[in-house]
């Protein structure tokens, strides 16, 4: 059963690996992401890669889907493409292969309309084109991923 706040809320009390995987209660683990977490795009673009450089795509994904849920409506389906990349890494690194490949392809068809004036500088042609290559080839390591152009 997950953990709850006292307003009956999920909440992430569980110590988690760095992968996301919940542990034992009591274990040490990962810190992981605050659930009320806002930050500005460029600040979490800048952390979300920080932590994909550290391999720990799961805690990217928290950052880049506390953006989604508070983008406006036109910036929506790039930061809901962008966390879906980031868990399909995270199927990776799990060993879910089947999983990794559908997300990667759901991200890549999500992040794709945005190639022509991509929000931020988010690298959307670069995303693109390593989100398919990874669905078509997921045995493919190490996953290196800029979510910036330069």
Known sequence: MRDRDESGRPRNARPRDAYGRPLPHGAAGVPTMPDDLDMPPEEALVEAQRLLDEDRPFH?????EAVWKGA??????LWRGLAQVAVGITHLRRGNLRGAQALLS???DRIEPYGEAPPHRVDVAGIVRRARALAEHPQDAPVKLILTAP
């Open 72 to 77: 406006p409506e036109p910036e929506r389906e």
């Open 106 to 108: 759901r991200a890549a």
């Open 60 to 64: 990217a994904h928290e950052i880049l």
